[in-house]
């Protein structure tokens, strides 16, 4: 597959402060590529650099096979969707949309042309004559996106485009960007903070933390195997318990869990014997009523609507999190009672701490 974007080794320091550190990646074309962390983990930064807003202070960055770390903004064959969309009050939509082809000299009759056309993607072609101020935020949230196709740039850049909409409306946009970057074929880097967010759209997900990239993958690879602590706990909820890795072999671990229960698991490349930490999802355990896996004393059940939490403690005082399907058919252990829980098998991740 086509590279679009190969990021290497890229630097970025703020006076003494380094923002990005050594970040190498490579985005493929047409993909939906996600970078996704907490704040300050350097994802907008390294998105501002892709755009040319920061320059680098050293590394590359290749554009289908251009290096154009030096190149203006205005010179970069991209265009990015901020939070604010920046909509100019006193233009109709169709002019909003047309304003970049306007500034490139694009004559007026292929501009309304491919306003028309962007206006109709986004499914807003009865908007066109109307002000921004007369329409919702998600209106205005499609209308700043076809201003930033109608150009038809290789790259569009997202910086959190969702993050100003309501719950309901940020699923419901969630859909239309993932079809809207199918359609057009052009490749999306999509800045979040929202896990979620990340996974119901991204074709890859970079995971950031202190300025480093720690995993990248397709969503599910991301959420099944995590490559360490950082990534485990970020990515949704997990339960992160001690574990003694008693052998390795064959890319295999023999590892013992709290309370004696052996299991095998993945090895990590580079794992030793010995202290190290496993990732056991909410949802991959259940209550066992015979030969439990471990053994807990709940805490607190909570009612969440399509599923019901379990907050309990092993018997050495780790807390550990099971999430049941909510059903009649599960019989809800109170307060205080000692239970058995089963481990779905393959459901452990040994991580590096």
Do not use: W
Request: charged share 20%; net charge negative; with cysteine.
């Amino acid at each position: 597959m086509q590279q679009a974007i190969g990021i290497d080794r890229v630097v970025k320091r703020y006076g003494a402060f380094e923002a990005l550190k050594g970040v190498s990646l490579s985005i493929a074309d047409n993909e939906f590529f996600t970078l996704l962390g907490p704040s300050g983990c350097g994802k907008t930064t390294l998105l501002r650099t892709i755009a040319g807003f920061e320059d680098v202070t050293a590394g590359e960055i290749v554009l289908y096979g251009a290096n154009i770390a030096t190149l203006p903004p205005e010179k970069r064959p991209v265009n990015t969707v901020f939070q604010q969309y920046a909509l100019f009050p006193h233009m109709s939509v169709r002019d909003n949309v047309a304003f970049g082809l306007r500034m490139q000299g694009v004559p007026l009759t292929e501009r309304r042309s491919r306003a028309d056309e962007m206006l109709d993607l986004v499914h807003l072609s009865e908007f066109a004559e109307r002000l921004p101020a007369q329409l919702s935020g998600g209106q205005q949230q499609r209308v700043a996106l076809a201003r930033a196709l109608a150009p038809r740039p290789r790259v569009l850049l997202l910086d959190e485009p969702l993050s100003a909409l309501d719950l309901k409306l940020r699923q419901a946009m969630r859909v239309e960007l993932k079809q809207l970057q199918e359609t057009t074929g052009i490749t999306f880097v999509f800045v979040t903070h929202d896990q979620e967010e990340a996974l119901a759209m991204s074709d890859r997900i970079a995971v950031m933390s202190n300025g480093q990239v720690q995993q990248v993958g397709d969503p599910r690879t991301i959420y099944e195997a995590p490559i360490n602590r950082f990534v485990a706990d970020f990515i949704g909820e997990t339960n992160v318990l001690p574990a003694m890795v008693d052998s390795v072999s064959g890319g295999r671990a023999r590892v013992t869990l709290p309370g004696g229960h052996v299991l095998t698991t993945d090895a990590l490349e580079g794992l030793a014997p010995g202290a190290h930490h496993v990732s056991i999802r909410p949802e991959r355990l259940s209550l066992a009523t015979a030969d439990a896996d471990l053994t807990a004393r709940v805490e607190r059940v909570i009612y969440l609507g399509t599923d019901l939490q379990l907050l309990a403690r092993l018997d050495d005082g780790t807390p550990i999190v099971t999430r049941l399907q909510n059903s009649s058919r599960n019989e809800l252990p109170a307060a205080g009672t000692q239970v058995g829980l089963h481990v779905e098998a393959g459901a452990a991740r040994l991580l590096l701490d």
